[in-house]
């Protein structure tokens, strides 16, 4: 299984609800990323987890929390957003965060979230 | 600061053209620089690092450091080559950041 995979496809939110992004990978990594990307924008990183530490975090609002359960599941927790949070959310993961001739991201296919 | 400069957002060839996506830098440090490509409906992937050297469907793409430049290359382009294609840094000490350009859409026209 090579694959990062991502749930939902799609949410709609109100601004008053709770809902959760997860993603999965089984491929062993032990480093694993969210990326926001904004319609016609490049992905932004949010959050970087590394052996289920969490090492980065891009200065990412509060009403965004991360979890790492374990080392092949990452979530997203979101509370309270706001219609500017709409966007494609990312998850991605490498082997670990060292470079190596092997360093590679491997990207979900996202989880499109409107804010309403 | 990190940044990634695509100048062109769209470059339209015919099939058979040569293609030349441009990408220019800024990192202080030592950069890992890749380039990472869109097909239509499909997941953010690989296409090349610049520390492997390598050559992925005929694309090629070489580091100057003198110019701060990562230019994706390929001598002949197909319609399969379509595409939104992102240049990306990584940050030192470690592969954590990966900083993107603004993209450069591909069109290959019959």
């Known amino acids: 299984d090579t694959e990062v995979t991502q749930t939902p496809k799609h949410l709609v939110m109100g601004m008053t609800n709770k809902k959760s992004l997860k993603c999965e990978q089984h491929m062993g990594h032990r480093a694993m990323y969210w990326y926001k990307q904004k319609a016609k924008k490049p992905p932004e990183l949010m959050f970087v987890y590394s052996y289920e530490k969490l090492s980065i975090n891009e200065s990412v609002p509060s009403r965004f929390s991360p979890e790492c359960p374990n080392s092949s599941l990452l979530n997203l927790h979101l509370h309270a957003l706001q219609p500017e949070d709409s966007a494609l959310y990312l998850c991605?993961?490498?082997?670990?965060?060292?470079?190596?001739?092997?360093?590679?991201?491997?990207f979900g296919q996202g989880t499109r979230l409107t804010v309403v | 600061a990190q940044r990634v400069t695509q100048p062109e957002k769209l470059l339209s060839v015919f099939k058979g053209a040569p293609v030349e996506l441009k990408c220019n830098y800024s990192?202080?440090?030592?950069?890992?620089l890749f380039w990472y490509v869109q097909y239509s409906r499909q997941r953010l992937q690989l296409l090349l690092r610049h520390i492997s050297r390598e050559s992925i469907k005929g694309f090629t793409a070489d580091l100057n450091k003198g110019e701060t430049s990562f230019h994706l290359k390929k001598p002949f382009a197909q319609e399969e080559d379509s595409a939104m294609y992102y240049c990306?840094?990584?940050?030192?000490?470690?592969?954590?950041?990966?900083?993107f350009g603004t993209g450069t859409r591909l069109l290959v026209s019959p």
């Open positions: 990192y202080s440090g030592s950069p890992e």
């Open positions: 990306a840094l990584s940050s030192s000490p470690g592969f954590q950041k990966l900083v």
């Open positions: 991605a993961s490498s082997p670990t965060t060292r470079r190596t001739m092997n360093t590679e991201a491997f």
